[in-house]
């Protein structure tokens, strides 16, 4: 059964609706896990709240900003300093918290004069810093403070200050998400366009949805700097205030983070149509690909190009060393909402691993689509998980590695299974060429670690027992990662095999008819042509006869012909259909454009990449009049050299066979992704 109800959670059969395993022939219009809903009673969750979700991940990144917390104190701790978001101004983020300090008396009598004087201690204590952000928290809220009243205020006795507020109690969604999209949408209503940037370059780009995890901004922006773009404002990893204010200049959205982030690239769009391209950034092969489209949308693919080969010199040879040892090696991804999607392929790709189980705290069903469509058959999928399923899953998998935070990592650690934190990383960056190379040392380190050969060990007894923990340093572990391997090896060989044979014997089919037709048609006509310009009436009686004698003749071989037609119109319908359905399994693993948020926005994207991508391949003149246009052919460029290079039939095609093809993968898509989609967020009017 897909739907999976784990032992433990027999108490709450409700979980079943949370817990899917992908079998051979599935995809998400069949089964998809419920998320973004309430957690159950009675059921762990490693979520973090409404409030969290806004300060924590978004705006407490900006590296010139007061985040000031008008609530208790407890709130301010729980979300300083809790991740490794650095900048280039002395980490001021990271030093300092603020709040308002909220007592039983102030709950009682209200707090909105006791925020107003920690605002103005604030700004007196910090003098250089003029921005502001000021956020709810659940006590606050509860009693009704009013706080934009308060900020006016503020505001008009100090004159040359700026501040946001961000009414987001922790209560206010069912996990930090809901902050997300507070935060994205008070932002683009309140302060976008209310700030002019200095423009330095004629490539103007916002990267939206990176924090920074321990540099990973500054690896984008290195190879932005090296391309001649001018990033216009990081949301909001080493991210200024004002900077995001004048996110409306930017001529391209790069989304990473689409969860966090992607509700204000896709309001960007629809206001000032501004193109969002969405891009994995972790990967040594998605970020070339993630070069090369932005690359594309500006024509500077030269730049591109010598970005990526000076950092493929640089790192190959090393992440190559690190797959020759990672290789077969089981891996969990017990993350937020994103890692799932953007590490499952990299790992597996880049380095031959396996993505054995995935959680995700807080990720929304469009989430599950993306990860689902990219993962392997038998992979676990959990929302909202808890620590008694991640027992029950290790038990499962028995993994090698697990990626994920160090609340359940110290859970881990305990069952002597090596983790590598995926919210704060170990030692990063792991964004980009450089940062795949750190990841892979991280992992490395971890399967291969000599403490964890050690923890396996029990030295209670006379003799040490065997691993059965699944950590790869055991030999019974070995043996079944060894058979895995080999069973993954085996099945690949067979599907090539019959992938190959239906093309090599359709090809010459589709290309045979028209030669064969043309010689015979061509007498023909000659024939004809006098008789035809003959008068009518001196025609008539001869043609008559004629018609008689020959009819008996042609209705015979009519009725042979008509078969025969019959049969080769439906082998070449079934092979265009065979090849379409290999397209789009291509692009469900690896294409970000499919998926956005909305089903407006996904019909949107198929139908303008795909009919770009048919241009490209044809070799038609694509003409680009809009940045929305652009943003299309940025993404089919790469899409188009990904099939040429993938799909050996698709130079023997005519073009319009590579017409009905992509027109065949139009129809699959938007029928997997919106027509029979069970996400119920697709029609929602707002993001």
């Known amino acids: 059964m897909p739907m999976k109800l784990f032992k433990c959670d027999e108490t709450i059969p409700e979980r079943e609706k949370h817990i899917y ?46 985040q000031l917390i008008h609530g208790p104190v407890g709130c301010a701790y729980d979300t300083w300093h809790t991740k490794r978001y650095p900048s280039d101004n002395g980490n001021f983020q990271l030093k300092y918290v603020w709040s308002s300090d909220m007592k039983e008396q102030h709950v009682v009598f209200g707090g909105e004069k006791l925020l107003k004087k920690a605002m103005l201690e604030a700004f007196a204590e910090f003098p250089d810093i003029k921005r502001m952000m000021v956020y709810t928290t659940c006590s606050t809220a509860l009693i009704g403070d009013d706080i934009k009243p308060v900020v006016k205020e ?117 206001k000032y149509g501004i193109p969002r391209i969405d891009v994995d950034t972790w990967g040594f092969d998605y970020a070339k690909e993630g070069l090369r489209k932005i690359g594309a949308f500006f024509g500077i693919e030269d730049r591109a190009e010598a970005v990526i080969a000076e950092e493929v010199a640089k790192y190959e040879s090393k992440l190559e060393w690190y797959k020759e040892r990672l290789t077969g090696k089981k891996v969990c991804i017990w993350t937020g909402g994103p890692r799932l999607w953007h590490w499952t392929k990299a790992l597996e790709d880049d380095l031959g691993m396996h993505v054995v189980a995935m959680s995700s705290k807080f990720g929304h069903q469009e989430d599950f689509e993306k990860v689902i469509a990219r993962g392997e058959e038998g992979t676990i999928y959990i929302d909202d998980g808890n620590e008694l399923e991640f027992f029950e899953v290790l038990e499962m998998v028995k993994p090698d590695l697990v990626l994920t935070g160090p609340r359940v990592g110290a859970l881990v650690k305990k069952l002597h299974l090596p983790y590598v934190n995926g919210h704060g990383y170990h030692n990063g960056p792991y964004m980009g060429f450089e940062g795949a190379v750190n990841m892979a040392r991280d992992m490395y380190n971890a399967i291969y670690s000599p403490l964890m050969k ?19 340093n055991g030999k019974a572990t070995k043996e079944l990662s060894e058979q895995v391997v080999s069973l993954v090896q085996q099945q690949v060989k067979e599907a090539t095999s019959q992938v190959q044979k239906p093309a090599k014997e359709a090809a010459p089919q589709v290309k045979q008819p028209a030669k064969e037709v043309a010689p015979q048609v061509q007498p023909q006509a000659k024939e004809v042509a006098p008789q035809v310009q003959k008068p009518a009436k001196e025609v008539a009686p001869q043609v008559q006869p004629q018609a008689k004698e020959v009819a008996p003749q042609v209705q015979p071989q009519a009725k042979e012909v008509a078969p025969q037609v019959q049969v080769q119109a439906k082998e070449i319908a079934s092979y265009i259909q065979e090849r379409a359905a290999e397209v789009t399994k291509l692009i469900q693993e690896r294409c970000l ?20 991508a048919a241009q490209i391949l044809t070799g038609e003149k694509v003409v680009l009049e809009t940045l929305i246009e652009r943003g299309f052919y940025a993404d089919a460029k790469i899409l188009s050299a990904d099939l040429e290079i993938r799909f050996a039939w698709l130079n023997s095609m005519e073009n319009s066979q590579k017409k009905a093809v992509l027109e065949a993968v139009k129809g699959m898509l938007i029928d997997i992704v919106i027509t029979k989609s069970k996400n119920g967020e697709l029609h929602y009017s707002l993001y």
Request: contains cysteine.
């Open 21 to 66: 395993i992908k079998e051979k022939g599935e995809d998400t219009t069949q089964f998809l896990p419920s998320a973004h809903v309430e957690t159950i009673p009675g059921s762990l969750s490693e979520r973090g709240c409404s409030y969290c979700g806004a300060k924590l991940v978004i705006g407490g990144v900006l590296k010139d900003t007061i």
């Open 593 to 612: 454009w499919q998926f956005h948020s909305r089903a407006w926005d996904r019909e949107e994207n198929i139908n303008g990449v795909l009919n770009m």
């Open 454 to 472: 050690l923890a396996k060990d029990d030295i209670r007894g006379e003799q040490n027992l065997p691993s059965t923990n699944g950590n790869g």
């Open 154 to 270: 503020v505001e008009k006795e100090l004159g040359d200050v700026d501040i946001f507020t961000v009414e987001c109690p922790g209560f206010a969604g069912v996990s930090q998400s809901k902050g997300h999209h507070v935060f994205n949408m008070g932002w683009m209503t309140d302060k976008v366009g209310t700030f002019e940037p200095e423009i330095t370059s004629p490539y103007t780009i916002n990267v939206i949805g990176d924090y920074n995890i321990q540099g990973d901004t500054f690896v984008m922006e290195k190879y932005m700097e090296k391309m001649g773009i001018q990033i216009i404002a990081h949301f909001t990893g080493n991210g200024t205030y004002d900077s995001l204010r004048g996110m409306h200049r930017a001529q391209l959205n790069v989304t990473n983070c689409a969860r966090s982030a992607g509700y204000i690239a896709n309001e960007l769009k629809k």
